[in-house]
């Protein structure tokens, strides 16, 4: 089954699909999140697969907003853990390295072993994609950050695992499809929606409010502008339940009367972080 993400092979969010599909999986890679939204919404590949949010950077806006905009609908969550190693061409000691390339996330992440080695910092587009510029430019003095699974596609060579400062590092990610492709057996046990509130004093509060009394538990709240409307907000919540509950129903009833909009990303399995 051809999966599409953003990035080029060996990146994390290959890792992640073949830790979620397995074998099964066909993973495409494309150069910008926009033309993996495009290629799932054309019948290219059946199901996308973009991250949303990082332990320790956050979220990831523009995944964000084209689940907001796009007419796709989350059908599964999955962390993955994030483990940055430093990669070379075979043979080469870490006395030799100079320099090294990869996405400015990892870097910074990064950022005491570089230090630590005294080693420049040089930001790339993305970590598997600094892998393969290393292997392309066959430069000694050159590495990169990037999963473990860069150095058998690129056939370089790991100097060092887990470089990054804080060793729990994970990232999760969300698979969806198209809003009309949601599968009948789908286990409904988390729900992401994203909702703006009336121009009312205290509509946000009154809207975040009905969650606590239906007994829904947040597990997420994120805000992202909205740029055509300056200085106003798109809100976006996880809470465990779904559509289908009467609890839930209640509470999106009542949050309709103080919200301008509410769209209900997708309702999913609950994955657990891993415990590391």
């Known amino acids: 089954m051809k999966i599409a993400f953003q ?12 830790q979620y599909f397995g074998a099964e999986a066909e993973p495409v890679g494309y150069a ?18 973009v991250p949303v949010e990082n332990s320790i950077a956050g979220n990831v806006a ?24 430093l990669l070379a061409l075979p043979g080469v000691k870490l006395e030799e390295l100079k320099e090294v390339y990869s996405h400015p996330v990892a870097l910074a992440q990064c950022r005491p072993f570089l230090q630590q080695m005294n080693l420049e910092a040089i930001p790339d ?22 999963p473990e699974l860069c150095a058998e596609i690129y056939g370089l060579e790991i100097l060092n695992r887990n470089i990054q400062q804080m060793k729990v590092n994970i990232t999760r990610f969300l698979v969806f499809a ?7 057996d789908l286990r409904q046990e988390k729900t992401s929606l994203a909702f703006t509130a009336r121009h009312q004093p205290g509509s946000l509060v009154t809207c975040l409010e009905q969650f606590s009394r239906h007994g829904l538990n947040l597990t997420r709240l994120e805000s992202r502008p909205i740029p055509e409307n300056p200085f106003a907000y798109v809100f976006f919540v996880d809470f465990l339940g779904a559509p289908m509950m009467d609890d839930v129903r209640d509470c999106l009833t009542e949050m309709s009367r103080s919200a301008q909009f509410i769209k209900i990303l997708g309702s999913y399995p609950l994955a657990e972080p891993p415990q590391l």
């Not at 910008?32 to 697969?49: I, K, M, T």
């Not at 523009?62 to 190693?85: G, K």
Request: with cysteine; glycine share 8%.
């Open 32 to 49: 910008y999140s926009e033309q993996v939204f495009e290629s799932v919404l054309a019948g290219e590949c059946p199901l996308g697969f």
């Open 125 to 146: 587009f993305d970590t598997a994609g600094a892998a393969m510029h290393v292997a392309k430019w066959q430069k000694p003095e050159v590495a990169a950050i990037a």
């Open 62 to 85: 523009i995944n964000m907003d084209l689940l907001y905009r796009q007419p796709v609908t989350i059908l599964a969550e999955l962390y993955v853990p994030i483990r940055h190693c």
């Open 7 to 18: 990035g080029v092979r060996g990146a994390n969010s290959e890792v992640g699909i073949w």
């Open 178 to 184: 198209p809003a009309s492709q949601v599968p009948a």
